[in-house]
């Protein structure tokens, strides 16, 4: 018997971007509220997660076709040339660097070289934990 | 910088051997080797006239000069002494070696390597007059002697034997390093004239008995004085020149050469005289009884090269008297000369005699005494060379061993008139067992030539037919041979030339030339001394003795195995073997729970001893905040969620349990103002649930049972042990803050430097980006190895293939 997983499915397609914007936002927003890259990155793979559990994994991965070590490995390389970058100018390994700007429609808003440090969290963070449920769902 | 750099000669022409032995293949390597000792020994042969007028050469090349380590070249008496016995016997060992070994049959490279890497050793153990250079050769010579015994390296006994010599000589030679350093903690130098001049004010310090005891350790393990003799009699499984050079004239002196050369440091001690004396003496009967028992010529050779070292150990032990008293006009002066001179005649004629050996097991294939006899017509030089060892082994005339036989005696007649140390009373002992253990000598002496060369002609037990061995063979032995002889007509040249210089260097304190020394040699003292009685006695008691021989030999079967030192060898090596064995075993047991229960313990009683042995415990509530009813709660949940953890019967309660715990934990996240700390404690306790869950549904349905966990009552005390531990731990640090907390900065300087509001994250990202960048490394690691664990199990698979 073929079960019929309607609701789920439907619910989720409205659900999924629900979590992944509110990520997102976590994820921006970690410089000055509580979140950052870590709890975004989970909170985004928990939202494919749910993708994961309402289709199945071949489906997602047609949807979605990430090679996850890959992703950890951009993340980590992104979060390493972060932290490298200053010993070219001169400046400590891991030195941060921010300055206001106006930007359009956006307003003034500050721009900070954490966030490329961050951003190298949150893939690896997506990565690992993807290709850890990925691998385990797999296995026979 | 010459002195020094001859030491290393024989070193650095080892490189070479290999390389003529590959490349000229029709002349015997050992021709290209003989000149090395031979240069040498011209070399030192041109010291011996300024040396005999009491000069001494001394050359120093820095090794470590930061540490004060320097390899010092000291040329006395002695050491001259000691370097032309190594290099002229070298000589002689080497040209045997030529017509002894096949260049066809043996790794010849292999053989002068080793032995030229000894000769180095050796010339360095007797010319160091720094105490870590001479400790670094003197460990090279036991590595190159287990080389040089275990030549023959696919032969059970050769393996054997050179382990065993290893073991030992290692084990001494460690013990001198020991006594070395304490003999630097004492001195302040490493050098050993300094530590001599300084010798009076070493005596009083409380580590002076230790350093001795050590030293004269590793002297008595090289030496194969007892009870550490038992590796020399297994060494014999050596080739016979290397049996000829290092068993006999040179390494096993190396003992000799230390006693020797530290004799005037220790000698003001009374317990160094009486342990030299007396395991020398003992060395002296106990080697001789046991050489009549042997069967195997190198046998007898070896116990009696054991007897012959404790007779010089002897000698040395009661030449540390001089020292003390009236010693010096007594006749115990003797002592000194006659252990010289009987070193350079036991070299004389127990190299020739082990050249014999080996001669005698080259052309008739066997060294066993008992199918051995009647080859005097056969081979009459070998004959000569060996009656002429023997006589002068057993202490006949007209040999050089007659001389050193009757100083000897002399000398030890003389221990009885001392009168301090108890030597009035047991100084008696000494000459009496000297006497016996002479007797037993001239039996064995006889018993080697006799037995071997005359008697019944067998030639049916023979593995080859015998004939006399080729001249170039016979040469070394019958040069040595001659010195015996020689030696015996000319003891006061040898006295003044080697001998003297020699004693000046072990009893600086009485002379100030080797000019000073008043003691002639002299074959015949115009009247007829206790000795010479002595001698007639010997003379008759051992030819009765070897005649009877036959009748009384089978006492030696009644000596019970369990009770020799061999055994008790095995015996040991075999308990350390199984002993340590069973030791690790019996707490290496391989389960992962007993190790965890050892380290939770060990932890657990290191960190409550020492907070009580501080006095580090101290509770105050001075800091604490007020408790809310919200906290109150949650420890009752945290509490009640544990427990379901800990005594739940299903696995799967367990689970629920722990994760009640997490979510509690971060609902404490909540209260104390942890955000962060919070969202990512829910979402992680999440994963960790269901991966916990994952786990228990591919759980084996085998042996599944439900059961609770069982109650042990020794896990419960260490659990409640580490659980305290932490508490008071925890209580302690709590009420003892010695700093302030930093905290301050980063609040002062979120905004203004690093441009964030929360300091969680600018901490994580910025102020400690090092720390994150790692952990994202652990994370991606795991990953990767989750990864490869599942994706990558090949093996298990094709192995399950295999068993179906």
């Known amino acids: ?140 | 910088m010459l002195q020094v750099l001859y030491i290393f000669i024989p070193m650095l022409a080892a490189i070479f051997v290999p390389l003529l032995y590959k490349s000229i293949k029709n002349i015997h390597t050992g021709w290209f080797v003989l000149a090395v000792p031979a240069t040498l020994a011209i070399i030192y042969a041109s010291y011996i006239g300024k040396v005999a007028d009491g000069k001494v050469f001394l050359q120093e090349l820095p090794w470590i000069p930061s540490l004060d380590i320097s390899i010092v070249s000291y040329l006395d008496g002695l050491s001259l002494l000691f370097s032309l016995l190594i290099t002229g016997i070298g000589s002689l060992v080497v040209l045997y070696s030529i017509f002894y070994l096949d260049k066809h049959k043996e790794k010849l490279h292999n053989f002068y390597v080793y032995l030229l890497l000894f000769m180095t050793a050796m010339l360095g153990v007797v010319q160091s007059d720094h105490l870590i250079s001479l400790y670094f050769f003197w460990e090279l010579t036991s590595i190159s002697s287990f080389l040089l015994i275990g030549y023959w390296y696919s032969r059970d006994a050769s393996r054997f034997g050179a382990l065993k010599s290893m073991m030992i000589t290692v084990g001494g030679g460690l013990m001198m390093l020991g006594g070395f350093i304490l003999l630097y903690i004492m001195g302040g130098t490493y050098s050993i004239r300094e530590l001599i001049v300084m010798a009076p004010n070493l005596v009083q310090h409380p580590l002076f008995t230790w350093s001795l005891v050590l030293i004269l350790l590793g002297a008595f393990t090289k030496s194969a004085q007892f009870p550490f003799y038992i590796w020399l009699p297994d060494a014999m499984e050596a080739p016979t020149p290397v049996s000829a050079y290092l068993h006999s004239a040179t390494m096993v002196k190396a003992g000799i050469y230390l006693v020797a050369r530290f004799t005037p440091i220790f000698a003001v001690s009374e317990l160094w005289v009486w342990l030299v004396t007396g395991v020398g003496i003992l060395t002296l009967f106990w080697g001789s009884f046991f050489a009549v028992k042997q069967t195997d010529l190198k046998g007898i050779l070896a116990f009696s090269t054991v007897s012959q070292l404790g007779l010089i150990m002897s000698l040395l032990g009661a030449s540390a008297l001089a020292f003390h008293g009236n010693g010096a006009t007594d006749t115990i002066k003797y002592a000194a000369f006659a252990a010289i001179f009987h070193l350079i005649n036991h070299a004389t004629f127990k190299g020739s005699l082990f050249m014999i050996a080996g001669i005698v097991d080259h052309e008739t294939g066997t060294r066993d005494i008992r199918k051995l006899g009647g080859l005097m017509s056969i081979m009459p030089l070998s004959f000569t060379v060996a009656a002429i060892g023997s006589l002068s082994m057993a202490g006949l005339p007209p040999f050089n061993g007659f001389l050193s036989k009757e100083m000897f005696l002399t000398a030890m007649l003389a221990l009885q008139n001392f009168e301090f140390f108890g030597f009035d009373t047991w100084g008696a002992l000494f000459p009496i067992i000297a006497w016996i253990a002479s007797i037993f000598t001239f039996v064995y002496s006889f018993y080697f030539v006799f037995r071997t060369f005359t008697g019944k002609y067998k030639p049916e037990k023979l593995p080859h037919k015998p004939h006399e061995a080729p001249i170039g063979m016979l040469i070394s032995p019958m040069i040595l041979a001659a010195l015996v002889v020689t030696i015996f007509f000319i003891p006061n040249l040898v006295g003044d030339t080697f001998v003297k210089p020699a004693v000046q260097a072990i009893q600086p304190f009485l002379y100030d030339s080797p000019k000073d020394i008043d003691i002639h040699v002299a074959a015949w003292h115009g009247e007829i001394t206790p000795e010479l009685v002595m001698t007639f006695g010997i003379v008759l008691l051992g030819v009765l003795l070897f005649v009877a021989l036959p009748k009384w030999q089978g006492i030696y079967q009644k000596f019970p195995r369990a009770l020799t030192l061999n055994n008790a060898y095995d015996k040991i090596m075999l308990g350390l073997d199984v002993g340590l064995n069973r030791v690790s075993r019996l707490y290496m047991t391989g389960s992962m729970r007993h190790y965890l229960l050892y380290m939770f313990s060990s932890i657990a009683a290191i960190v409550i001893g020492s907070l009580f042995v501080k006095n580090a415990f101290t509770v105050s509530f001075q800091d604490t905040s007020p408790i809310r009813p919200y906290e109150i709660i949650l420890v009752v949940v945290l509490v009640i969620g544990t427990a379901i953890t800990i005594l739940a019967k299903s696995r799967l309660t367990a689970i629920i349990g722990l994760g009640a715990v997490g979510y509690t934990v971060a609902l404490f996240f909540v209260i104390f103002n942890a955000p962060d700390l919070a969202l990512t404690q829910l979402v992680i306790e999440t994963i960790s649930v269901a991966l916990f869950l994952l786990a228990f549904y591919h759980l084996p349905k085998l042996g599944k049972r439900e059961e609770r966990m069982r109650f042990q009552l020794n896990r419960a005390i260490v659990s409640i042990a580490v659980g305290v531990m932490v508490t008071l731990l925890a209580l302690s640090a709590h009420s003892q803050k010695l700093i302030p907390t930093i905290s301050k900065y980063y609040e002062e300087t979120v905004y203004s430097k690093a441009g964030g509001g929360n300091i969680v994250n600018v901490i994580l990202v910025d102020y400690r980006g090092f720390d994150t960048l790692f952990e994202i490394t652990v994370l991606g690691i795991a990953g990767m190895a989750i990864l490869a664990m599942i994706k990558l199990r090949m093996n298990r698979k094709e192995k399950s293939h295999e068993n179906k």
Do not use: C, W
């Open chain 1, 1 to 140: 018997m073929k079960t019929n997983d309607v609701i789920i499915q439907f619910t989720t397609k409205i659900v999924f971007f629900i979590i992944f914007f509110f990520s997102i936002h976590i994820f921006l927003a970690g410089h000055y509220t509580p979140g950052g890259g870590f709890v975004g990155g989970l909170l985004t793979s928990s939202a494919i997660v749910l993708l994961v559990l309402a289709f199945d994994l071949n489906t997602v991965r047609k949807v979605l076709p990430i090679n996850y070590t890959y992703l950890t490995a951009i993340g980590l390389l992104l979060a390493l040339a972060t932290a490298a970058f200053p010993m070219f100018l001169g400046k400590p390994f891991f030195t941060h660097f921010f300055d206001y700007f106006d930007l359009p429609l956006l307003g003034k808003q500050s721009l900070h070289t954490a966030m490329l440090f961050d951003s190298g969290v949150y893939l690896v963070v997506v990565g690992v934990t993807m290709t850890i449920i990925q691998t385990i769902g797999e296995d026979e």
